[in-house]
């Protein structure tokens, strides 16, 4: 099943008529939706970084309190078109964490902090990647933006992973709600069909749907490290 399917979804990603009137057609669709997209993104960020601005505040007295160093901590990601961006974050784990290099997060990781546990947990740690998507850098949906490093080694052993980044890359994604926390190959491997899967089904009541899904995945801390 997992072999048909990713075999499926690994060709070139094509949508719509190929006649010059039905591409003139679903380009106007796109160029709509993705104005709809980003008035929806926009409102959205506005309202949850107001609503969660005083839990904000008091994370990150808790931070600064349990261990040394910054509250907030960015990280070069690979992002629309291959464009990189710096991704923000609260800090969950020590400034000591990747001495050695890049290394991807594992369960129970001993370089996560006290409070990083918890706030990566609840998903908070990733608040303020809401700055991202009001800059235009992300969307609230879409494939999860992979470290520059990681994108190079995973380039290599699956075929066609640069089509993930033909669209802006989400804080949450099909992926995101359907996969636990990927630390492998294999886990790349298997949400990258999820990806692909959602850039070909890629619209307003998916992205919706998907919304509705993440709620749910963060009540239930399900997937997180």
């Known amino acids: 099943m997992y072999s048909i399917a990713s ?10 008529d190929d006649r010059p009137t039905g591409r003139r057609t679903e380009m106007r669709k796109r160029a709509l939706a993705d104005v709809a ?36 901590y960015r990280q070069e990601r690979v992002g629309l078109q291959g ?30 902090t006290r409070i990083g546990a918890f706030i990566r947990a609840h998903r908070i740690d990733e608040l303020p ?8 850098e992300m969307s609230l949906v ?24 033909c669209v802006l890359p989400g804080l949450t994604g099909w992926a995101q ?7 492998s190959v294999e886990d790349a491997r298997v949400k990258f069909v999820h990806d692909l899967y959602y850039i070909r089904q890629r619209s307003l009541r998916l992205d919706w749907y998907i919304l509705l899904r ?9 997937g997180a490290r």
């Open 7 to 16: 075999g499926f979804l690994a060709g070139p990603v094509q949508r719509g």
């Open 37 to 72: 997209r980003r008035g929806r993104d926009v409102m959205l960020c506005l309202l949850l970084l107001c609503s969660t601005l005083p839990l904000l505040l008091i994370v990150a007295l808790l931070i600064k309190l349990d261990s040394p160093g910054p509250v907030l």
């Open 83 to 112: 464009r990189r961006f710096h991704l923000w974050k609260l800090r969950s784990m020590r400034t000591d964490a990747e001495t050695s290099g890049p290394v991807w997060a594992a369960r129970h990781d001993p370089r996560v």
């Open 129 to 136: 990647q809401l700055v991202n998507v009001l800059r235009g």
């Open 142 to 165: 879409g494939p999860r933006p992979e470290r520059p490093v990681f994108v190079e080694q995973l380039t290599e052993v699956i075929p066609g992973f640069v089509q993930r980044t």
């Open 177 to 183: 709600v359907n996969c636990p926390y990927g630390a």
């Open 214 to 222: 993440t709620v749910g995945v963060v009540l239930r801390r399900i």
